[in-house]
């Protein structure tokens, strides 16, 4: 009964509603009303401003007006004494948060933030402008994707340019795709001997390194938004992945290994490997650095060199050959690519 009366007299006892204060009046000049008068209006139940008559539970009796003030008034005392000790809290809290604020900035202005989160492009490349002059001795970068474009490589020129002026060594790398882009050997070649190149079949995301303090990583696929990244840990993890892709890179300047398996190149191999592990043609494309369109073209041929007719035939073959990186294993009725 509290609850519903609660839901339809949304009021204290400061502000009855309009049929409450008619019952209650009433009840009070007469002494008492019956019961059933008070049905309308549970709030005077509720609000113990009417209780049954210990005589006749028929009939409901009022409390007295001058005990209704006297309860009202402590209730505003009471509001009034819990109010001034929540004021008194938050003065607390604001003065020991702003300690902290204190102490954050005193301690960022001497180490640095961590992590920073870079939103927009022009957010972005002044960051990169900034750790650029700040850089004395190394640069480490991971360009993933394919054939690099000339706008892709000019947009980061001034900076490179800077760098090789100051005498800072830059080692960049590329997926083998990019070995085919006229505009990558364009670069090097005004980059002269700053920039050393090495190339794998696939990278990890874009990564660049500064000095060996100061790391930049995407945060979004669009690359709209990138990760500051300054932690000494972080960041020391970050060069041990690029040293062991670099070991496992091959120089620019040397031809890529042959494959060993005659008739199949060695972008082909690496499309195998990854259709031995279950990968869609979007995300072999995307891994290689190369369109869903030429992914498929290197299937297709890669299926009529093996002599597959159909995708799961091509899985078969692939890991009978040993393209998948397993050794190879003969059938009767069917020559596998010839290994040199």
């Not at 900076?159 to 085919?180: E, F, I, K, S």
């Not at 980059?191 to 990564?207: N, P, Q």
């Not at 040993?322 to 009767?332: Q, Y």
């Amino acid at each position: 009964m509290a609850g519903h009366g609660a839901q339809e007299h949304p009021h204290g006892a400061d502000r009855l509603c309009a049929a409450g204060d008619r019952v209650y009046s009433r009840a009070v000049r007469r002494g008492r009303v019956p019961r059933r008068d008070a049905e309308p209006v549970p709030c005077l139940l509720e609000l113990a401003l009417l209780h049954p008559d210990p005589d006749d539970m028929e009939w409901l009796v009022p409390t007295s007006p001058q005990e209704v003030m006297t309860r009202l008034l402590r209730g505003m005392y009471d509001e009034v004494r819990a109010s001034q000790r929540r004021v008194g809290s938050a003065v607390e809290a604001f003065e020991r948060y702003a300690g902290l604020g204190r102490r954050i900035q005193a301690s960022a202005a001497t180490e640095g933030t961590a992590i920073r989160v870079l939103d927009g492009l022009a957010r972005i490349q002044a960051a990169m402008d900034e750790a650029t002059e700040a850089c004395t001795t190394e640069v480490l970068t991971v360009q993933p994707g394919g054939i690099r474009r000339e706008h892709e490589l000019s947009e980061g020129l001034h900076r490179a340019l800077a760098l090789r002026g100051r005498g800072v060594r830059m080692r960049d790398l590329y997926t083998h795709v990019a070995r085919h882009g006229q505009g990558l050997l364009n670069y090097l070649e005004l980059m002269g001997d700053a920039v050393e190149a090495r190339t794998l079949d696939e990278v990890v995301d874009r990564l660049i390194l500064f000095d060996r303090t100061v790391a930049f990583i995407p945060a979004n696929t669009d690359r709209t938004m990138a990760l500051e990244l300054r932690h000494p840990a972080l960041v020391a993890y970050l060069v041990t992945v690029f040293e062991r892709l670099w070991r496992l890179a091959i120089p620019l300047t040397a031809p890529l290994p042959d494959t060993g398996f005659e008739g199949v190149s060695h972008r082909e191999r690496s499309i195998a490997a990854l259709l031995a592990e279950g990968h869609q043609d979007a995300v072999i494309a995307e891994r290689l650095g190369i369109s869903v369109r030429t992914c498929r073209a290197h299937i297709a041929r890669l299926s009529e060199t093996l002599g597959a007719a159909s995708r799961t035939q091509l899985g078969v073959r692939i890991a009978q050959s040993g393209l998948d990186g397993s050794p190879s294993v003969s059938v009767p009725g069917r020559e596998s690519p010839t290994v040199r």
